[in-house]
């Protein structure tokens, strides 16, 4: 089964505050995402990537940004966080499967974020 | 922009019973459907996924796609305690880059 790790799990922070999230998979998938998990939103994507060194935006990607230091290594880092981005934040890996034509994302077991 | 909605929001059923869920998108042009289930402090787990219309099965689970409708369902059969969690319906928009978009969710709760 597919490994991704995220931490911390939870985290407190102040408005204002830089708040970084890290995640970490072991299934050298080339593709990794950040969601966020809101009560009547669903799972939106704030930021993704296609490999080391690249990152792409979302739908919602304002008070975001993200880096992708290597292969296993994903971070979504808020400069100056806000009470808006309290929510549930999960990272996922994926790559696509020419065996089963899909790809499939594994998600890691998410961070929990208040933002006081 | 994709829209992915769900319904019913919340469905209790006793053990054993056939559950169906339903999922209606936006977009014709839409990749894959997937549905993926979600336990309390868990993050989501890939059930199964469709891209051509008609049905798929995989073990208690089937799943319906009318891409004419732009309607997919998911049906689990004899189904247990432990099926009990939220149930996401996700479109991917683009088959190799693994974007989806989620549904609002479905929370299953199976009575023993």
């Known amino acids: 089964e597919a490994a991704v790790t995220q931490s911390p799990r939870n985290k407190v922070a102040v408005t204002g505050g830089k708040v970084t999230l890290s995640c970490n998979q072991t299934?050298?998938?080339?593709?990794m995402y950040w969601y966020r998990q809101d009560t009547g939103h669903g799972l939106r994507l704030i930021h993704y990537?296609?490999?080391?060194?690249?990152?792409e935006k979302g739908d919602i990607p304002d008070g975001y940004k993200a880096s992708r230091p290597s292969q296993e290594n994903f971070s979504l880092i808020l400069e100056l966080a806000t009470p808006s981005q309290t929510s549930v934040y999960f990272c996922?890996?994926?790559?696509?499967?020419?065996?089963?034509?899909?790809?499939?994302?594994?998600f890691g077991a998410g961070t929990r974020l208040s933002v006081l | 922009q994709e829209k992915v909605q769900q319904s019913p929001e919340s469905l209790i059923v006793p053990e054993g019973a056939m559950v169906s869920l339903n999922c209606s998108f936006s977009?014709?042009?839409?990749?894959s459907i997937w549905w993926y289930q979600q336990h309390p402090g868990k993050g989501p787990k890939a059930l199964i996924?469709?891209?051509?219309?008609g049905n798929k099965k995989e073990g208690r689970l089937t799943v319906y796609l009318n891409r004419a409708s732009l309607h997919v369902s998911l049906h689990i059969k004899d189904s247990q305690p432990s099926d009990s969690a939220v149930y996401l319906c996700?479109?991917?928009?683009?088959?190799?880059?693994?974007?989806?978009?989620f549904g609002q969710g479905t929370k299953l709760s199976i009575k023993p």
């Open positions: 299934n050298n998938h080339n593709n």
């Open positions: 977009d014709s042009a839409s990749q």
């Open positions: 996700a479109v991917s928009m683009n088959y190799n880059q693994g974007k989806l978009i």
């Open positions: 996924s469709i891209f051509s219309n």
């Open positions: 996922a890996s994926g790559a696509w499967d020419w065996g089963s034509s899909q790809n499939t994302l594994y």
């Open positions: 990537s296609y490999g080391a060194g690249s990152t």
